[in-house]
């Protein structure tokens, strides 16, 4: 269960400029007056599913075990979609079922889900459309205090794995895609170092980026080319990128969010 002082972070698309941020914060303390809330960001592009499941995926690793992750970015807030509790083996992720918790919870390997369905832990009335407030920042509050997940309601078997999760593996091929762009344009996949072994890549990356097909170093920096010079590398958050060192990668190669890509076995493959 979450440790006796527990950390709840928040990450939604709310901005800072309206009251929702405190109002789920006020919640949390009215249930959990001890609970320490971390703020991960607010300014997840409005209604960005992708957006926030990348942001969620890389920074939740470094926060101590069994700390409680509150995400709202939910455009399908009111809908039959399900408000779940995700337990990994080292975090529980409080959200919409709708993919943004799924590459962060996949990667800590879950253990369970549950619904969250009981009435007793949500505010007394639940809005159609502030599920954050009513129903997520509650939940956590409760799960601070020691509630165990089969309290919240049934577990179920399935979520949402949204098409930026799924990795297609052929024999000779890795298919991923674009992820995220970072604002140095570096290009961040959703491949990683597993992929590469899979593929068996150990010092050149062969990439098809759209119609650009690229014989890539894989680097440790980004200063193992020289200035303009393109280059691969798994980076701080585990993801493979395509970078330019100096330079805005997704720039030169006319690439955007959710662009596929291929990773090759060999560059033969090209």
Do not use: W
């Not at 950390?7 to 405190?22: E, N, R, S, W």
């Amino acid at each position: 269960m979450p440790m006796n002082t527990p950390i709840i972070t928040l990450t939604t698309d709310f901005g800072l400029k309206d009251p929702y941020v405190a109002e789920m914060k006020a919640v949390i303390l009215n249930i959990k007056p001890d609970a320490k809330i971390v703020d991960i960001t607010h300014e997840i592009e409005k209604f960005n599913i992708k957006m926030g499941a990348y942001i969620l995926a890389s920074a939740t690793p470094y926060f101590p075990k069994d700390t409680i992750h509150v995400v709202v970015v939910d455009p399908g807030v009111g809908t039959k979609r399900k408000p779940i509790i995700i337990r990994t083996k080292d975090a529980y992720y409080v959200g919409p079922d709708n993919g943004v918790l799924t590459l962060a919870a996949k990667k800590q390997g879950i253990i369970s889900v549950h619904e969250i369905s009981n009435r007793k832990f949500m505010l007394p009335k639940v809005s159609n459309t502030f599920h954050g407030r009513d129903i997520f920042a509650p939940a956590a509050a409760h799960l601070a205090n020691g509630i165990k997940l089969t309290q919240f309601g049934p577990e179920i078997r399935s979520i949402v794995v949204p098409k930026f999760a799924k990795i297609t593996t052929q024999k000779n091929k890795v298919i991923g895609e674009i992820l995220h762009i970072d604002g140095f344009g570096n290009i961040i996949t959703n491949l990683s170092e597993k992929e590469l072994e899979l593929m068996k890549v150990k010092e050149v990356v062969c990439i098809q980026l759209k119609e650009e097909k690229l014989k890539l170093k894989l680097c440790k920096s980004y200063a193992d080319v020289n200035a303009g010079e393109p280059l691969a590398m798994i980076g701080s958050h585990n993801f493979l990128e395509i970078a330019v060192n100096q330079s805005n990668a997704a720039e030169r190669f006319n690439v955007k969010v959710g662009d596929k890509l291929i990773l090759y076995r060999s560059c033969s493959n090209l």
